[in-house]
C-alpha cells in the first residue's frame, strides 16, 4: 500500500514539473516582489499544560516592485481553503496573486 502511494506520488510531481518547464530553463518566472505577513486579533486559551492561540487571522501582503495600482486586492479565503490557493496552481503556474502583481496591484490575503 504504502509503495503504491510512493509511486503516484512521484508520478504527480513529475507531471507538475513537466508543467512547470516553461521557458526551456527550468525557472518560471514571476513578479518581483515584496512579501510581508502578520496576525491579527486571536487570545490566548489554556488547554492542559499547554497555551493556544485562537481565534486569530493570518494576513499574508504581496507588492510588487513597482506599484502602479491606487488600491490593492483583498482575497478573503474560506471554506477550508488556505492562502496558497492564489500563489499557484496545482500543475504549478503562476497564480492569482502574480497575475494582478504584474498588472501593479498589491495583494493581501486573509485566512481566518
Known amino acids: 500500500m504504502r509503495f503504491n502511494s510512493v509511486v503516484a506520488l512521484a ?3 513529475i507531471t ?3 508543467h512547470y518547464v516553461q521557458d526551456g530553463t ?3 518566472q514571476g513578479t518581483l516582489h515584496w ?3 502578520f496576525y491579527v486579533g486571536g487570545s490566548f486559551v489554556q488547554q492542559g499544560t499547554s497555551t ?3 481565534g486569530q487571522m493570518y494576513v499574508e501582503h504581496l507588492a510588487p ?3 502602479t495600482q491606487p488600491f490593492p486586492l483583498v482575497f478573503i479565503e474560506g471554506n477550508g ?3 496558497t490557493n492564489l500563489l499557484n496552481t496545482p500543475d504549478g503556474r503562476r497564480g492569482w496573486a502574480d497575475y ?3 498588472k501593479g496591484y498589491e495583494v493581501s490575503s486573509l485566512l481566518a
Open 11 to 13: 508520478c504527480v510531481a
Open 16 to 18: 507538475a514539473i513537466a
Open 26 to 28: 527550468g525557472i518560471q
Open 35 to 37: 512579501r510581508n505577513y
Open 52 to 54: 493556544l492561540v485562537h
Open 65 to 67: 516592485a513597482k506599484v
Open 81 to 83: 481553503m488556505t492562502g
Open 100 to 102: 494582478f502583481m504584474g
